[in-house]
């Protein structure tokens, strides 16, 4: 309006005293709280610094492992004596091969045949993963029997342990895992260069083993990975929809606050909580297997709906109402108005609450081991409904462990998980940067 | 009109739904939000190929009239209209009428510039797509092109069809929205204050444009600014608290109109 009656208060020209305000009081306010920030950001970074060092700091010599290069004689008289391989492939699988590589390691240290004491020992400096390691070798190419091969094998654990010297040697002999006269013979190959350290693929593709050598993450990274998938695919639609559906089509009553209000608390709900609905709904009710990716992925999407539907919730309202008004005032139907113009607007916000969700999922336990999921499982899942573990899990196991070469372990699986949600993180952050650019 | 009896306004009303020269006709257009009442029985008609203007203080139900002409009060939880309004003689809270319909032929432009955060192109075609208006590209451009034109803004753009339609300025962005609006051929277009956020270059630009849309479409604008209801229309109502208070021609309404109250509002005395 262009008649506008101002207050009468200030005359121009007039000089009225200044009232004290406490300019200087209010500067000092926000200085306080500018230094509060800082501190409570740096109080953060510390931690964060703390955890990564400390996980790190133990964890990297689990991405090495030991192995022993030796020249081994695949010798017929200890693989097939009596010849029968032709006509019975079985022996090939049944051989005794941990006495080639132990007689490869007696060789190249010079030890006598019959010294049965000192061949005992030897047999102990290497993994018994080799027997798996040759016999791959002999059952591929049954051709290199008879013939010597330059082959690295596995060391054991503790030799590995010693190797990395993370074994107290000062400690009398009989109260550690290596003998001084293993430790001899480590050091005397070390120089003949024999022993040496590798990069540790084991630990990314391995299965479960008692043997922390031959233990690897393989079969709970698989299964990590179907239950993200499972919960990805299961929570982010369904999760979605419930949102739209509740935010903007439900008439608000009684009943939709109740329903807000249930979906609030779920998502406060203890996840072990979650687990014990997995047992008695999806195992002993539906009949699903044990130890199945399929149920732990069903159980990690109940408990991350709650966050998703609560994020997207939020990021639907933060869409301009105007811009619904825009669509519909086109003669857009509420649907088209909603997936047109809403969905994407609101989508990064969604996938923040996905992916904190996912992560989430991903780091969760306790309701996994409720449904089975800590169990020693070897073989590699083919699908969800096989057994298998999860990341977590596995460190939780690992960690449970007495050797030492399990302590490194513990903390490289966790390396490996963080690899996994920062992975998972910058795949959201990308998606997120690409619908945000689109705008 | 006060002077007629109910008998008499309401014969002369039914007449008037069948007068073509009456594009819309509310007739006893009462609107309650909840329990409270924001309109109360208004009778006012929108003339074929005219500006009509609402003009009065704040909070009268100007907004909430303008909105029940293409039923834009729907999207409001617990909004309630009663009464009858017609679009060239057919009532349009009537069941048998799809809104989506309706909101094609009755286009809206807001007070605040509301272009989609995508590029001007898909600003102007995503109406015309929706409601099935092109056949192929080359007719989009045109549309486009056409609707881009009419609300003067082809000149400015043509360059950055495909940049972000909010990067346009102020005055921009509104006359982009009003090729929006254009852009699916309406029959009447309805305008809430469209020149309240802009700068009184952008609003000449804006009023040259209703000027001009006259001759195409029937408009309906809400304004605070007297001058500009002076300026754009031929016809003004003018409400206060909730009721109509007069509608005239708008020269009348600004130089002799009927009731005090309009008067006063028009001499700045209240609002
Ligand atoms: N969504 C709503 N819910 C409840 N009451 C509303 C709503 N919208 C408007 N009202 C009320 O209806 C009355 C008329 O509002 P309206 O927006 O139509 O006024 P207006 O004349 O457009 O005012 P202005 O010039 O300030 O835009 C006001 O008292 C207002 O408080
Ligand atoms: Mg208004």
């Known amino acids: ?439 | 009109m006060n002077m007629m009896t109910e008998a008499a306004v309401e014969k002369a009303l039914d007449q008037r739904m069948n007068d073509l020269s009456y594009k819309m006709i509310g007739k006893d257009v009462s609107v309650y939000y909840g329990e409270k009442r924001a309109l109360f029985d208004v009778n006012l008609n929108v003339r074929q190929n005219t500006v009509t203007a609402l003009i009065g203080p704040s909070g009268c139900g100007k907004s909430t009239f303008l909105r029940t002409l293409n039923r834009m009060n729907d999207t409001i939880d617990n909004c309630r209209v009663t009464g009858r309004i017609t679009l060239d003689g057919d009532d349009i809270y009537d069941p048998s009428i799809d809104v989506v319909e309706l909101r094609a032929r009755v286009g809206m432009v807001f007070q605040k510039p509301n272009p989609f955060p995508k590029s001007i192109y898909e600003n102007i075609s995503y109406g015309p797509r929706i409601h099935g208006l092109a056949r192929s590209k080359a007719d989009m451009d045109q549309i486009v092109e056409a609707s881009l034109q009419r609300a003067g803004l082809w000149n400015e753009v043509k360059d950055r069809l495909q940049e972000s339609g909010t990067g346009l300025s102020g005055g921009q962005q509104q006359r982009l929205c009003i090729a929006r609006a254009i852009a699916v051929s309406p029959e009447v277009i309805l305008m809430d204050e469209p020149c309240s956020a802009l700068d009184p270059i952008a609003t000449a630009k804006v009023e040259e444009l209703i000027h001009e849309l006259r001759s195409n479409y029937t408009i309906v604008i809400v304004t605070h600014s007297m001058q500009q209801a002076a300026r754009v229309s031929q016809r003004t109502a003018m409400f206060h608290l909730g009721q109509l208070v007069e509608e005239n021609d708008t020269d009348k309404m600004f130089t002799n109109p009927d009731d005090q109250r309009t008067q006063d509002y028009i001499m700045g005395r209240f609002g």
């Open chain 1, 1 to 439: 309006m262009s008649q506008v009656v101002t207050p009468t208060a200030t005359v121009p020209g007039a000089r009225t005293p200044r009232r004290d305000i406490g300019l200087k009081k209010r500067y000092a306010a926000e200085r306080r709280f500018r230094a509060y920030g800082i501190a409570a950001l740096s109080f953060g970074l510390i931690f964060l610094f703390v955890l990564l060092w400390s996980v790190v700091s133990k964890g990297y010599t689990a991405f090495q492992q030991t192995g022993v290069t030796l020249a081994v004689e695949f010798s017929e008289k200890i693989i097939d004596p009596q010849n029968q391989r032709a006509s019975n492939p079985q022996v090939l699988l049944t051989a005794n091969y941990p006495v080639l590589a132990r007689n490869a390691l007696a060789n190249a240290l010079g030890v006598a045949q019959n010294d049965r004491a000192k061949q005992k020992e030897l047999g102990q400096m290497l993994s018994d993963g080799v027997r798996s390691q040759l016999r791959d070798m002999v059952v591929a190419d049954p051709s290199i029997i008879g013939k010597t091969k330059t082959v690295t094998l596995l060391a054991a654990g503790d030799i590995d342990s010693a190797f990395k010297g993370q074994i107290n040697l000062s400690v009398p002999q009989e109260n550690r895992k290596v003998s001084d006269q293993q430790v001899g013979w480590m050091n005397k190959l070390a120089e003949a260069g024999a022993l040496a350290k590798h990069f540790n693929t084991g630990i990314f593709f391995n299965g479960a083993s008692s043997r922390p050598e031959a233990a690897g993450v393989g079969v709970a990274l698989i299964g990590s990975f179907y239950m993200m998938l499972i919960v990805l695919v299961l929570s982010l639609p369904i999760g979605v929809a419930a949102s739209i559906y509740l935010e903007e089509f439900a008439p608000k009553n009684r009943f939709t606050d109740l329903i807000e209000v249930n979906i609030n608390n779920l998502a406060a709900v203890p996840s072990i909580v979650y687990g014990l609905l997995g047992l008695a709904v999806f195992i002993n009710f539906m009949g699903l297997p044990r130890s199945a990716s399929l149920v732990g992925g069903f159980v990690l999407t109940l408990m991350t709906l709650p966050t998703i539907i609560i994020a997207t919730r939020a990021a639907l309202k933060a869409v301009p109402p105007s811009i619904r008004a825009a669509a519909l005032g086109l003669g857009a139907s509420k649907m088209q108005t909603i997936f047109h113009h809403v969905l994407p607007l609101a989508m990064p916000g969604i996938l923040t609450g996905t992916i904190i969700g996912l992560a989430h999922a991903l780091g969760e336990t306790a309701p996994l081991l409720l449904i089975g999921m800590v169990a020693f499982v070897a073989n590699f899942p083919t699908t969800p409904m096989d057994p298998s573990t999860a990341l977590p899990v596995q460190i939780y196991m690992w960690a449970n462990e007495a050797e030492r070469a399990f302590v490194e372990r513990t903390s490289g699986a966790i390396i490996i998980l963080l690899l996994f949600l920062i992975v998972m993180n910058v795949g959201a952050i990308l998606l997120r940067r690409r619908f945000e650019r689109r705008w």
